[in-house]
């Protein structure tokens, strides 16, 4: 019996990475995600949205905590389903 851990690895012998999705995309994807434009993003970063800053032009986002801030600062949903 696999633990926990082990299930959220991907399966190297058969290359089934299918299953696992990127919980991190960039200002484009997130804005996308809500139907809004990166300018809006810019906005939201200035008002604490968690993200990762790799270098000097590359922004990271965690979507599903980004996703939390959204909730619990403005109360609101995504528009569209996933």
């Known amino acids: 019996m696999k633990d926990s851990n082990t299930l959220a690895m991907p ?5 089934n990475q299918s ?3 990127s919980p991190f995309t960039d200002k484009r994807g997130y804005a996308k995600r809500w139907q809004a434009s990166t300018r809006w993003v810019d906005g939201l970063l200035a008002q604490g949205l968690p993200h990762l ?4 032009r590359r ?8 996703d939390a801030f959204m909730h619990e600062k403005f109360h609101t949903q995504r528009r569209a389903a996933a």
């Not at 399966?11 to 290359?15: H, L, R």
């Open 11 to 15: 399966d190297n012998a058969t290359g």
């Open 19 to 21: 299953s696992l999705a």
């Open 53 to 56: 800053k790799i270098g000097k």
């Open 59 to 66: 922004v990271r986002i965690c979507v599903p905590d980004a």
